[in-house]
């Protein structure tokens, strides 16, 4: 099969052997695999592969179809539509999964929607309500609002009652983002439209202190992302006076049952919001697989609303 | 009444106007009134009473027989031998306080130790349980494990089935330090100790590079005490590789009722054990209402074993 490969930070799309499905395993044919920020990490040699993934192949969530299965998986059967999150090994033409890792795709949903949406509705989700406790009526903010994360984390929180506001760097994304919910500003001077009783950090550390600043009593702030850094003053002064918490979270890191459990609440709760269509996945640009090191550029590039997303 | 009265950072015993119980309200003839960090910090000028509670008395954490009730007030009888959490005002011969912020004294305690166990024993509590979710079989590091708020911790976890470890910076303090449950290390080097799954941080912002570095996956860390500072560098990196939590909790800021919920959990679960003999009410001095300077001095010098308490 075909794959995108990153070996000493070179990204190449090289021929790797079809992988076997093992024990309780389906084996898929990729029709979407979502870009995210952990790829680009990977790809700068900070971010490797948790073990029992793929090492060389990136790629932390595919769609596509069940052409195999291994002893014992039965929750799917071969030809469905389903989308999975995994550790690594989702950018490549074949892709092999844990069937509690992986969910149906919901009828709306095209390949690279489909492609593009497990790893960041179930990364928001997760972090929104399992980890930070959003409820109705709370202010939320989400920083990096434009983004495959800050799309579904707005759209989420709007669908649960939540009043959204979202930093967005570019001005020209800001009306993408009002039209999903959220009250759209910039970057500086965020901690004057506060207070919030959660803050989303997908942006990193240089937030922090003035996330500290907007923070409602027993306020919650989840960091997600640390693309623009990660070593930040914290004043525990403050933390004390809001009786607030800081909470880190990744998904890539978590054994098998944690994302399916993760995953399990986005089939209940998520899924029936997307057949109804209240939830979009909006994908920004699509790219072959020996396009892959342009998918790649373009997500560093940013500024783009919603994925970028493989189709091999 | 004499009360112990800060003005201006100055620490003196004056007479000031009998207090008298509002609705709802009990009036308390103080015999126990407990030294606690934040009459510290109240001496200095940096932690001032919260809106409602006496500005100039300090004290936060009394014991009394019940002398007066105000209209409403039906949870105690006069004569009641009651213990109380206040926003201040605590440190004074006569003291009011709502009924709801009053529980009673178990039989086993005397006067002293009745009243440097509220403050200490709700916190600690709250922060182990209520807040960090503390679980049999997890390990707790408590950072100033000697002091008031550390010996409570210490017992509370044991009694909960945790592995408890507690730095003490005196070695001559770590035997009874043992005795009550833990293992009692010095502050150098703890980190090689871990990894913990809760750490509840007395001491302050030095502590929290290595509190981050011996923290277990989804570990927490509850930091009630400053005294040592309050600025720290934090590693965004590290918080979200363990999916760790920092949480900043204080008693005195909350209102009435988060206060009462919190004094009620004590009542029904940590009461008990107190009646049982399981946990024990360390004192380390008691002085008189006209030696509380002393009182305050012997606090700020550290290094003793359970609580300094002012007998009026």
């Known amino acids: 099969m075909k794959a995108v490969v990153i070996e ?14 093992g024990s309780g395993e389906v084996l898929v044919r990729v029709r979407g695999a979502g870009v995210n920020g952990a790829d680009m990490l990977q790809r700068r040699g900070r971010y490797p592969a948790p073990p029992g993934s793929p090492q060389d ?3 932390l969530e595919l769609a596509g179809e069940v052409v195999g299965r291994g002893p014992g998986a039965e929750r799917f ?7 999975a999150i995994v550790g690594g090994g989702g950018q490549a033409e074949l892709c092999t999964v844990h069937e509690r890792g992986v969910m149906p ?3 709306p949903l095209d390949w690279p929607a489909a492609g593009g949406f497990t790893e960041v509705f179930t990364t928001a989700h997760d972090a929104l309500f399992t980890q930070a406790g959003l409820r109705a009526g709370e202010r939320l903010l ?9 799309t579904a984390a707005v759209q989420l929180a709007r669908a649960a009652g939540a009043r959204v506001t979202a930093t967005v760097r570019r001005e020209e994304a800001r009306p993408e983002v009002e039209r999903l919910g ?6 500086e001077g965020f901690g004057e439209h506060g207070p919030f009783d959660v803050i989303l950090e997908l942006v990193g550390a240089p937030n922090l202190a003035d996330n500290l ?3 409602a009593t027993e306020g919650r702030i989840v960091v997600i992302g640390i693309g623009a850094g990660a070593k930040a003053e914290l004043n525990l002064a403050k933390l004390l006076g809001t009786r607030g918490r800081i909470m880190g979270s990744t998904l890539r890191a978590r054994p098998l049952e944690e994302k ?12 029936p919001l997307v057949e109804s269509g209240a939830l979009e996945v909006p994908v920004a640009e699509t790219f072959s697989l020996d396009d892959a090191e342009r998918a790649y550029d373009s997500f560093a590039e940013g500024g783009k609303i919603g994925k970028i997303v493989i189709v091999p």
Chains 1, 2 share one sequence.
């Open 142 to 150: 989400v920083h990096g609002g434009a983004g495959g994360v800050g």
């Open 182 to 187: 959220a009250s759209a500003i910039g970057p």
């Open 77 to 83: 059967a071969e030809g469905d539509r389903v989308a």
């Open 57 to 59: 192949i990136p790629g």
């Open 260 to 271: 399916a459990l993760a995953m399990r609440r986005v089939e209940r709760h998520v899924l």
């Open 105 to 107: 795709v919901p009828e």
């Open 213 to 215: 600043g907007a923070l």
């Open 8 to 21: 000493d930070s070179e990204l190449t799309v090289a021929e790797r052997p079809d992988p076997e499905p």
